[in-house]
């Protein structure tokens, strides 16, 4: 025990005589360590905040869109939901609510015009449902009323980032933006959500489904997205297989064809966000685990150094009376100290880097360094120490003591 | 005067191999040292002087012969032992003093006694009362590169002293230091003896074998004399007091 403390204070001020060499010699445990706290504070704020988003949908929801597999779709082959396929659900399949279609105008931005400002954004035609099922609530005005759709009625529910994109008045209501060459009346501004990937949600134009669908022309049969809720979530497996029952039917699917078309659960969303974040962790969790090797590798030629120079210091310490295990112990702690200091570096620098990234990038706002994260730093620095110390301690402990002693 | 014996060494050989060429460093000694004897061990370079004394400091292993250190019989025993009794019955004085560069004084003296698991208060406690011995009490935290050449000798004596060692074994002590800083070391030697202490002194040095009561004196690897020295030291100081 007092060898065990003795070694500590040695190694501390072994450390500190070279400050500069011991400094270079744990930059490897700096970098790698430093790497792997900043990228999982990040990853760990970003999946936080999207599966918050995803939550915000609602566990029981479900959302129904065409699917073809990439070499169908080269070979021409077309899938659509449709206002078919909406009907028959809505008639067919018991214990579900707010089901509600969703039409996308153009195929992603289009242009939107107030007075002579034009802005891409990205057009929906929907129901009242919308609202319920992603969360999206007016903070002014009003949303899409039954009555609009029915009625086809122009009428646009917007975004935020359109008023200041279109430097239209800081209460737009009333006020008419062009769409695909038709005036809409602005009757509701969306509560602000925010970016996500860098996607702006506030850059969104809700109109009408009924009016969304004419504005295409009434002989276009319109691919659409239907999204639902489940009432009772235990029936989600019999709802989802009813669902599909019904679509291969009006597709007309034979019983050896694939489905061309998906119904997905937000924790399949999640699910597969999910398993690319995970990806990226043992990506990034390899690149670490080399470095940590590479910094290993670097304390271990530092370390063989260290008891060459200080072979006769050893032979000292054998000609008092120190045994094997006393020389180990002093020359394994001196590399986990080197190891561990590293760490410490590595979990401070990788913190603020991460705490910097999070106050610059939004979508990062919830980074957050997890306990697992600073243990892990610690035990694998930590092991890392010991691993690559052994072996010069083991040189260090089996020198013959005549001829350390003898060493110039 | 009945005398007991300290170290018996019977029948000690050591022979090193280095590929084909074998050398005898020594050959069939035969040596028994009392407590409190003051022993020189005399030669020239290559005499074997000094592989006999790292077998008596065991830091060496005889090859053949048996060596009988305070009753225990160390010759078979393995390096952790050999570390333990050069930890509780050895004090190494060198001749190039051999302290820890980076440790002051009182470090230096310390250091013996953590192998032997004693506290740092204790520690500390011992290492003090050493060093103020031998007359550095002002001089606790000067490191060894901030002490004259006798300062340094005399931190190297506490350190062999402070675990209150059955032998003193000193290699060529005064070889580094100039003559008269040489005659306080050796001052210092005699008066340890004078309290009991038991000194074995490695020399090639005449004057300094002559402040010893016995010599030993070694050739080629076996023992050439073994002669009383009182008379002589006798003679020395009382020419020294005319």
Same mark, same amino acid.
């Not at chain 1, 561990?340 to 706002?365: K, N, Q, T, W």
């Not at chain 2, 000690?12 to 028994?32: H, P």
């Not at chain 2, 060596?67 to 032992?81: E, G, K, Q, R, S």
């Not at chain 2, 005659?183 to 040095?205: C, E, P, Q, W």
């Given at each position: 025990?007092?060898?065990?403390?003795?070694?500590?204070?040695?190694?501390?001020?072994?450390?500190?005589?070279?400050?500069?060499?011991?400094?270079?010699?744990?930059?490897?445990?700096?970098?790698?360590?430093?790497?792997?706290?900043?990228?999982?504070?990040?990853?760990?704020?970003?999946?936080?905040?999207?599966?918050?988003?995803?939550?915000?949908?609602?566990?029981?929801?479900? !959302?129904?869109?065409?699917?073809?597999?990439?070499?169908?779709?080269?070979?021409?082959?077309?899938?659509?939901?449709?206002?078919?396929? /909406?009907?028959? #659900?809505?008639?067919?399949?018991?214990?579900?609510?707010?089901?509600?279609?969703?039409?996308?105008?153009?195929?992603?931005?289009?242009?939107?015009?107030?007075?002579?400002?034009? !802005?891409?954004?990205?057009?929906?035609?929907?129901?009242?449902?919308?609202?319920?099922?992603? =969360?999206?609530?007016?903070?002014?005005?009003?949303? #899409?009323?039954?009555?609009?759709?029915?009625?086809?009625?122009?009428?646009?529910? $917007? =975004?935020?980032?359109?008023?200041?994109?279109?430097? /239209?008045?800081?209460?737009?209501?009333?006020?008419?933006?062009?769409?695909?060459?038709?005036?809409?009346?602005?009757?509701?501004?969306?509560?602000?959500?925010?970016?996500?990937?860098?996607?702006? *949600?506030?850059?969104?134009?809700?109109?009408?489904?009924? !009016?969304?669908?004419?504005?295409?022309?009434?002989?276009?049969?319109?691919?659409?997205?239907?999204?639902?809720?489940?009432?009772? !979530?235990?029936?989600?497996?019999?709802?989802?297989?009813?669902?599909? *029952?019904?679509?291969?039917?009006?597709?007309?699917?034979?019983?050896?064809?694939?489905?061309?078309?998906?119904?997905?659960?937000?924790?399949?969303? /999640?699910?597969?966000?999910?398993?690319?974040?995970?990806?990226?962790?043992? #990506?990034?969790?390899? $690149?670490?685990?080399?470095?940590?090797?590479?910094?290993? &590798?670097?304390?271990?030629?530092?370390? /063989?150094?260290?008891?060459?120079?200080?072979?006769?210091?050893?032979?000292?310490? @054998?000609?008092?009376?120190?045994?094997?295990?006393?020389?180990?112990?002093?020359?394994?702690?001196?590399?986990?100290?080197?190891?561990?200091?590293?760490?410490?570096?590595?979990?401070?620098?990788?913190?603020?880097?991460?705490?910097?990234?999070?106050?610059?990038?939004?979508?990062?706002?919830?980074?957050?360094?997890?306990?697992?994260? &600073?243990?892990?730093?610690?035990?694998?620095?930590?092991?890392?120490?010991?691993?690559?110390?052994?072996?010069?301690?083991? @040189?260090?402990?089996?020198?013959?003591? $005549?001829?350390?002693?003898?060493?110039? | 005067?009945?005398?007991?014996?300290?170290?018996?060494?019977?029948?000690?050989?050591?022979?090193?191999?280095?590929?084909?060429?074998?050398?005898?460093?020594?050959?069939?000694?035969?040596?028994?040292?009392?407590?409190?004897?003051?022993?020189?061990?005399?030669?020239?370079?290559?005499?074997?002087?000094?592989?006999?004394?790292?077998?008596?400091?065991?830091?060496?292993?005889?090859?053949?012969?048996?060596?009988?250190?305070?009753?225990?019989?160390?010759?078979?025993?393995?390096?952790?032992?050999?570390?333990?009794?050069?930890?509780?019955?050895?004090?190494?004085?060198?001749?190039?003093?051999?302290?820890?560069?980076?440790?002051?004084?009182?470090?230096?003296?310390?250091?013996?006694?953590?192998?032997?698991?004693?506290?740092?208060?204790?520690?500390?406690?011992?290492?003090?009362?050493?060093?103020?011995?031998?007359?550095?009490?002002?001089?606790?935290?000067?490191?060894?590169?901030?002490?004259?050449?006798?300062?340094?000798?005399?931190?190297?004596?506490?350190?062999?002293?402070?675990?209150?060692?059955?032998?003193?074994?000193?290699?060529?002590?005064?070889?580094?230091?100039?003559?008269?800083?040489?005659?306080?070391?050796?001052?210092?030697?005699?008066?340890?003896?004078?309290?009991?202490?038991?000194?074995?002194?490695?020399?090639?040095?005449?004057?300094?074998?002559?402040?010893?009561?016995?010599?030993?004196?070694?050739?080629?690897?076996?023992?050439?004399?073994?002669?009383?020295?009182?008379?002589?030291?006798?003679?020395?100081?009382?020419?020294?007091?005319?």
């Amino acid at each position: 025990m007092y060898n065990f403390l003795e070694s500590l204070r040695s190694a501390f001020q072994s450390v500190r005589a070279h400050a500069l060499r011991s400094f270079l010699t744990m930059l490897g445990i700096v970098i790698g360590v430093m790497a792997v706290i900043a990228v999982v504070s990040l990853i760990q704020g970003f999946s936080k905040s999207v599966t918050s988003e995803f939550n915000g949908l609602g566990t029981n929801s479900l !959302t129904i869109q065409s699917y073809l597999p990439r070499k169908d779709r080269l070979a021409g082959k077309i899938a659509k939901v449709t206002t078919d396929d /909406l009907l028959n #659900i809505q008639h067919a399949v018991t214990g579900i609510s707010g089901l509600s279609p969703i039409l996308p105008v153009g195929r992603f931005f289009i242009p939107v015009k107030y007075r002579n400002q034009t !802005t891409n954004s990205q057009v929906l035609g929907s129901t009242p449902d919308y609202a319920v099922n992603n =969360g999206t609530y007016p903070e002014k005005g009003r949303f #899409i009323v039954p009555f609009d759709d029915l009625q086809h009625r122009h009428v646009a529910v $917007i =975004g935020v980032t359109l008023i200041t994109k279109l430097h /239209l008045p800081e209460d737009p209501l009333g006020q008419y933006i062009q769409i695909s060459g038709q005036w809409f009346k602005i009757v509701g501004v969306l509560h602000p959500k925010g970016q996500i990937l860098g996607f702006d *949600q506030d850059n969104q134009v809700i109109i009408p489904y009924g !009016t969304a669908h004419s504005l295409l022309g009434a002989a276009v049969v319109p691919d659409i997205a239907i999204q639902l809720k489940v009432n009772d !979530t235990k029936q989600m497996d019999a709802v989802v297989g009813r669902i599909s *029952q019904i679509l291969r039917r009006n597709h007309h699917l034979k019983s050896g064809q694939d489905d061309d078309f998906k119904v997905q659960t937000p924790s399949q969303l /999640l699910g597969n966000f999910t398993s690319v974040m995970n990806a990226i962790t043992y #990506i990034l969790g390899g $690149i670490v685990a080399i470095s940590l090797l590479v910094g290993g &590798i670097g304390i271990m030629n530092i370390m /063989l150094v260290s008891v060459t120079e200080r072979t006769r210091e050893i032979g000292i310490y @054998k000609s008092l009376g120190a045994r094997r295990s006393d020389i180990m112990l002093q020359f394994l702690i001196e590399a986990v100290i080197l190891a561990l200091i590293g760490g410490i570096i590595g979990l401070l620098l990788g913190y603020g880097i991460g705490m910097l990234v999070a106050y610059l990038v939004p979508a990062f706002r919830d980074s957050f360094v997890p306990w697992w994260a &600073i243990v892990l730093a610690f035990g694998f620095s930590g092991g890392v120490g010991v691993i690559f110390g052994i072996t010069p301690a083991a @040189k260090a402990a089996a020198l013959d003591p $005549i001829e350390a002693l003898r060493y110039e | 005067m009945s005398r007991e014996s300290l170290l018996e060494l019977q029948h000690v050989s050591k022979r090193y191999v280095m590929g084909e060429a074998t050398l005898d460093a020594l050959k069939d000694v035969n040596l028994t040292i009392y407590r409190n004897e003051y022993v020189a061990f005399i030669g020239p370079s290559g005499s074997g002087k000094t592989t006999l004394m790292n077998i008596v400091g065991c830091l060496d292993k005889p090859s053949s012969g048996s060596y009988i250190l305070n009753d225990t019989p160390v010759a078979d025993l393995d390096d952790n032992a050999l570390a333990r009794i050069r930890n509780r019955e050895i004090g190494f004085i060198f001749q190039n003093f051999n302290l820890l560069g980076r440790a002051d004084a009182l470090r230096n003296v310390m250091q013996p006694l953590i192998y032997r698991g004693i506290p740092l208060s204790e520690r500390k406690h011992m290492a003090t009362e050493t060093l103020q011995n031998v007359g550095l009490g002002d001089r606790l935290h000067h490191l060894p590169n901030q002490l004259s050449g006798g300062q340094r000798q005399r931190v190297a004596i506490a350190r062999a002293l402070v675990g209150k060692p059955s032998i003193l074994l000193a290699d060529e002590p005064t070889g580094n230091l100039d003559s008269s800083t040489g005659r306080d070391v050796m001052a210092m030697f005699d008066n340890l003896h004078k309290n009991g202490h038991t000194i074995i002194i490695v020399t090639h040095d005449q004057n300094i074998a002559n402040h010893c009561r016995r010599v030993v004196r070694l050739m080629d690897g076996q023992v050439l004399s073994d002669t009383d020295n009182v008379a002589k030291v006798g003679n020395q100081e009382a020419m020294r007091r005319v």
